[in-house]
């Protein structure tokens, strides 16, 4: 599955399955501090048809964000 996001959701993913499990998400690759989705969590995959999950903001944004 993290080849699969890497290709529309961001260029270095770690996103495993099954629901609940965490998934991060690099959007500079290699930069693991800033522009990622560390800490957040699949809820939701039917594979090849629907991922729902959390989102959250960028970490540097984190004092606008609840």
Known sequence: MSDRA???????????VPVG??????????????M?????KVIMAAPFKELIFEWKGPDQFSTLMN
Do not use: L, M
Request: hydrophobic share 25%; net charge negative.
């Open 6 to 16: 890497a290709q529309w959701f961001a260029p270095q993913t770690n996103i495993e």
């Open 21 to 34: 499990v965490a998934y991060e998400g690099y959007f500079q690759p290699g930069n693991k501090t800033e």
């Open 36 to 40: 990622n989705t560390r800490g957040c």
